[in-house]
């Protein structure tokens, strides 16, 4: 079955940086566009960041571009995002997901979901 696994969560003060991980099984991960979501407490699920099955081509939110990075390494099983000058803003469980339809920038076209990762940036 598929199974994402998120980690690299914590705590960071404003201006920091971490560095998310997600570890894919169950299903061929090279032949899947994957993303990164986020949900804020009383706030919908939103879109971060997306990146094609080859990694080539890559997706931002307009709020993270230029200090997030999403790579993916497939002989690994594994994604990335790299999150730098973090702000308050950026607070919130960040999830891995395997998409059903591309280009996938939205919640609904993800099937698959890890269980989060929670993200705290202190002001």
């Known amino acids: 079955q598929v199974q994402l696994v998120e980690s690299g969560g914590g705590l960071v003060q404003a201006g920091g940086s971490l560095r998310l991980s997600c570890a894919a099984s169950?299903?061929?991960?090279?032949?899947?566009?994957m993303g990164w979501l986020r949900q804020a407490p009383g706030k919908e699920r939103e879109f971060v960041a997306a990146i094609m099955n080859t990694g080539t081509l890559k997706y931002y939110t307009n709020s993270v571009k230029g200090r997030f990075t999403i790579s993916r390494d497939n002989a690994k099983n594994m994604m990335y995002l790299q999150m730098n000058s973090l702000k308050p803003d950026d607070t919130a469980v960040y999830y891995c997901?395997?998409?059903?339809?591309?280009?996938?920038?939205?919640?609904?076209?993800?099937?698959?979901w890890g269980q989060g990762t929670q993200v705290t940036v202190s002001s």
């Open positions: 997901a395997k998409s059903r339809s591309v280009p996938p920038m939205r919640a609904g076209d993800y099937d698959y």
């Open positions: 169950g299903f061929t991960f090279s032949s899947y566009a």
